[in-house]
């Protein structure tokens, strides 16, 4: 139960610092003045950076624990999934029909990765 939490701990601070820095992508200014870098963030972009950072951390820690095989198509499958359907709700993204049935492979590879052999 430890392991599973861990890795929606993962997933929730990934996906959502994905979504907050794309939201303040918005409000954030990168460029040269006076021959230096000048950076402006905005709140959402910082949070979504510290979020992103945490769970570069915890990958650490993931990765480490699990057969890399396993667990790099399964967090990778899940947090597209999660992507995509926070994308619609929060960002009010559109999503093609293309990226639904693509859905249902990832779903149908996971359940696949998942299913175990006969002892």
């Known amino acids: 139960m430890r392991n599973?939490?861990?890795?929606i701990i993962y997933l929730f601070c990934t996906q959502a610092g994905v979504?907050?820095?794309?939201?303040?992508?918005?409000n954030t200014d990168?460029?040269?003045?006076?021959?230096?870098?000048?950076?402006s963030f905005s709140w959402q972009t910082l949070l979504?950076?510290?979020?992103?950072v945490a769970?570069?951390?915890l990958f650490v820690h993931i990765v480490g624990k699990y057969n890399l095989?396993?667990?790099?198509?399964?967090?990778?499958?899940?947090?597209?999934?999660i992507t995509l359907v926070?994308?619609?709700?929060?960002?009010?993204?559109?999503?093609s029909v293309t990226q639904i049935l693509g859905i249902f492979v990832v779903i149908i590879g996971i359940v696949l990765m998942n299913v175990k052999k006969p002892a």
């Open 4 to 7: 599973i939490l861990l890795l």
């Open 19 to 26: 979504i907050l820095i794309k939201l303040g992508s918005e």
């Open 30 to 39: 990168l460029g040269l003045r006076q021959g230096a870098i000048f950076m």
């Open 48 to 52: 979504g950076l510290a979020l992103y």
């Open 55 to 57: 769970s570069f951390l």
């Open 69 to 81: 095989s396993y667990i790099i198509p399964l967090l990778g499958g899940v947090g597209y999934i």
């Open 86 to 95: 926070l994308s619609v709700a929060i960002l009010r993204e559109n999503v």
